[in-house]
């Protein structure tokens, strides 16, 4: 079954160090996703991409993010600065159809900021 | 944004019933549910569309009352492996984003 797939599955950075995480979504997949969860709470949104832009993006995924589809596959997220309070698993995810397909995620990257 | 889901936990004996709602302050065009397992990514379990709409998925099914915006996620006869945070998702017309309920911890016991 295709998955998406996302390195590193750990990360560990230093207050103000730039991280970029990296993730390759479903090949035939259009939608583009990153979500982060700070552990044990909930799924927030951060960012949509569609056709090489972004879509739509929350309260959250301010100056310091940013994200890149640099190929055909790859898709990043950049966190220019990190903060302590950026310490989250961070999952991206694709979907097929917009508003009809369900998502698949990956298995995440454990960002820890020291 | 964020739909608020009910209620936050729940332990079953295996076998038993439960229901887990979602309810959005927003007209929805779709609601998904996913289930998470400790340290793992959320997994898609079913989407639906339409007003009224009713899905199954093996035990597991779904309603989505779109006037009252308002979904709710039905697991019959539990079982050990139904254990996990079980999150509802919306989506509203035109939006490119899920945003994902408060999270209902299921535990399923023996």
């Known amino acids: 079954e295709p998955e998406v797939t996302q390195t590193p599955s750990h990360q560990v950075t230093q207050m103000g160090q730039e991280v970029i995480l990296r993730c390759v979504p479903i090949s035939n997949h259009l939608y583009f996703y990153w979500y982060r969860q700070i552990l044990g709470q909930k799924v927030e949104f951060l960012v949509s991409?569609?056709?090489?832009?972004?879509?739509?993006k929350s309260e959250i995924f301010d100056d310091q993010f940013s994200v890149e589809r640099p190929d055909g596959s790859n898709f990043t997220l950049k966190i220019r600065s990190t903060k302590l309070e950026d310490s989250a698993m961070y999952f991206c995810?694709?979907?097929?159809?917009?508003?009809?397909?369900?998502?698949?995620f990956g298995s995440g990257t454990r960002l820890t900021v020291v | 944004q964020q739909p608020v889901q009910s209620p936050q936990a729940v332990i079953l004996r295996e076998g038993e019933d439960a229901v887990i709602n979602c309810s959005s302050s927003?007209?929805?065009?779709?609601v998904h549910w996913y289930r998470q397992k400790h340290g793992e990514a959320p997994v898609f379990l079913m989407i639906l569309l339409k007003g009224g709409e009713q899905k199954g998925h093996d035990k597991i099914s779904a309603s989505f009352n779109e006037k009252k915006q308002q979904s709710s996620l039905y697991l019959t006869a539990s079982q050990l492996s139904y254990s996990g945070t079980y999150f509802c998702?919306?989506?509203?017309?035109?939006?490119?984003?899920?945003?994902f309920g408060t999270g209902t911890r299921l535990t399923v016991i023996p």
């Open positions: 995810a694709s979907s097929a159809r917009l508003a009809s397909g369900g998502y698949t």
């Open positions: 998702g919306t989506e509203q017309t035109g939006a490119n984003n899920l945003f």
């Open positions: 927003k007209a929805l065009y779709s």
């Open positions: 991409f569609y056709n090489n832009e972004i879509s739509e």
